[in-house]
């Protein structure tokens, strides 16, 4: 059995990923942050206070490696955390004054990055791309 990576979905996909990561990196890193923590202060942004297993429903990486990037960001003075008053084995997650601060900046660097990659495409296009992600995204979340 023959693999042609251009033929796979995974692989382009990834390919993609690494090349938005990349210039939303160069993008990002004057604001003091990096693009591993980009999805944690996106979902914080939304929602401020929440606990780690909300985070990681939300986002879809590993535990450890949202612990690691939480403890980046705390130690970065991004987040701080709070003894849950519901659970005491659970903490908040908030985010503190400086992290607010960034939302509107690194929003622009990631809506520029979004524009510069999908100017390519035409509206239709770009609409049906979007779309077509959002359904493989929950058609694997499901499994």
């Known amino acids: 059995m023959d693999f042609e990576k251009e033929n796979s979905a995974g692989y382009l996909v990834n390919h993609m990923a690494r090349l938005f990561a990349k210039e939303l990196q160069q993008r990002i ?30 986002i879809d990486v590993e535990q450890a490696t949202l612990a690691n990037t939480l403890n980046r960001m705390e130690r970065d003075g991004l987040i701080k955390r709070t003894k849950s008053p519901a659970d ?39 609409t049906q791309f979007m779309n077509s992600m959002r359904l493989v995204i929950n058609s694997m979340r499901s499994v």
């Open 88 to 126: 005491a084995r659970a903490q908040l997650i908030w985010l503190t004054e400086k992290a607010t601060a960034l939302r509107n900046r690194a929003y622009e660097a990631a809506q520029t990055v979004n524009a510069d990659a999908l100017q390519i495409l035409n509206e239709a296009e770009r």
């Open 29 to 58: 890193a004057p604001l003091g942050i990096v693009v591993g923590q980009f999805p944690v202060l996106l979902e914080l942004w939304l929602k401020d206070g929440v606990t780690q297993k909300d985070l990681l429903a939300k």
